[in-house]
Each structure stands twice: as C-alpha cells, then as structure tokens.
C-alpha cells in the first residue's frame, strides 16, 4: 500500500474518532463509532481492500483489548472479550463492505451508508444471539419466529445510538477527511 497523505489522514481521523467518543459521559446506548469506522474503511481504502477490512476490526479489537484490561483491574463491569467475539467481527467486516458500495463520497451516499450500516447490524447480531451463536449471555429466547422478534425487541434501547452514532462519527470521519484533504493539503496551506 502506497503510502500517501489521504492514508496518513484516515488512519489519523480513525484513531481520533476511536478516542473521541469515549469523553461523551452518558452517551445512548449503541452510541459508538465502530460501524461509521467501518464504512468509513470502505469507502476510502476502496483500492486497498485489505486495509479497508484490517484497520477498523483492528481499532475495535484494540478497544476490546483496553476494555479486558480495565476488566481485569477491576475498573470495569465490562469485559473486553467473550465467547464468540470472533463472530462479531466478521459481522463488523461486513460492515465494511456497505463503505464499499460508497462509490463517491457525497452527503446522500455517505447518510445512507450510515443509515445502512447499524440496521444490518442490528438484524444480523440479534440473529446470531437468538440462534445462539455467541453463547446465551443471559438472553434465552424459544427458538420460533416470536423467540426471535423477542430478541429483536430486547435489542431495540441500542439502534437509536447506533444510528446516531454513526450519523455523528459518519459526519466527523467523512466531513473531517474532506475539510483537510481539500484545505489542509492545499499547497497554500502545507506545512514546511
């Protein structure tokens, strides 16, 4: 992969994002910047498809490697890893794959990408719980159609933040990499 500013910039503006929403105090349920990271990875690294699918699954499972460690120290209620974690990354690689149907970054594409990508999600991961693919994890739901809108149900405190949680980190990832590559890497204004 060459190596050129637009890279430099996205992996900087992921890592950015990565932080920046752990400062929010009582952020919504589901509120997080993973599925716009997804997109995001897509949509720019559309030539480098390995990049695309690396560095976001990367970036979360370094955040569940910080989560685990705050876990382990006793300074957190939430474990970073548990049973069939591996299925929750591949769901968020297919996430990646909505950034790649962003052929051109504009608002409609970039809106419904963001709109996309917590819905799939949602209907894919309560799926897997449902069916018991992740461990039960406290949720044993009958394995009928009800069992599985029960789950659904369950899950629902979680999809309004994920929306607006991708449509705000969507909004700094996507308008952040535009405003600095159009006016920050302009020759008027590079650094010496």
Same mark, same amino acid.
């Given at each position: 992969?060459?190596?050129?500013?637009?890279?430099?910039?996205?992996?900087?503006?992921?890592?950015?994002?990565? @932080?920046?929403?752990?400062?929010?105090?009582?952020? !919504?349920?589901? #509120?997080? !910047?993973?599925?716009?990271?997804?997109? #995001?990875?897509?949509?720019?690294?559309?030539?480098?498809?390995?990049? @695309? #699918?690396?560095?976001?699954?990367?970036?979360?499972?370094? =955040?569940?490697?910080?989560?685990?460690?705050?876990?382990?120290?006793?300074? =957190? =209620?939430?474990?970073?890893?548990?049973?069939?974690?591996?299925?929750?990354?591949?769901?968020? @690689?297919?996430?990646?794959?909505?950034?790649?149907?962003?052929?051109?970054?504009?608002?409609?594409?970039?809106?419904?990408?963001?709109?996309?990508?917590?819905?799939?999600?949602?209907?894919?991961?309560?799926?897997?719980?449902?069916?018991?693919?992740?461990?039960?994890?406290?949720?044993?739901?009958?394995?009928?159609?009800?069992?599985?809108?029960?789950?659904?149900?369950?899950?629902?405190?979680?999809?309004?933040? =994920?929306?607006?949680?991708?449509? #705000?980190?969507?909004?700094?990832?996507?308008?952040?990499?535009?405003?600095?590559?159009?006016?920050?890497?302009?020759?008027?204004?590079?650094?010496?």
């Amino acid at each position: 992969m060459k190596i050129t500013k637009s890279v430099v910039l996205a992996l900087v503006l992921l890592v950015l994002v990565a @932080a920046l929403y752990r400062v929010f105090p009582g952020r !919504p349920l589901g #509120f997080a !910047p993973q599925y716009a990271m997804a997109i #995001f990875g897509g949509a720019v690294f559309i030539k480098n498809k390995k990049w @695309a #699918f690396v560095l976001p699954v990367l970036s979360m499972f370094l =955040s569940d490697l910080l989560y685990q460690a705050l876990y382990n120290a006793g300074l =957190s =209620s939430m474990q970073g890893f548990y049973e069939g974690q591996w299925q929750n990354y591949l769901m968020f @690689a297919v996430l990646t794959t909505i950034g790649f149907l962003v052929r051109k970054i504009n608002v409609p594409n970039v809106l419904a990408a963001s709109l996309a990508a917590p819905t799939v999600y949602f209907i894919l991961s309560n799926f897997v719980v449902w069916a018991g693919w992740q461990g039960t994890r406290g949720l044993n739901r009958p394995k009928t159609f009800n069992g599985l809108m029960m789950a659904y149900s369950d899950a629902l405190p979680f999809y309004p933040g =994920s929306l607006y949680g991708t449509l #705000f980190f969507s909004t700094i990832l996507f308008g952040g990499f535009y405003l600095i590559k159009n006016y920050w890497f302009t020759k008027d204004h590079q650094l010496a």
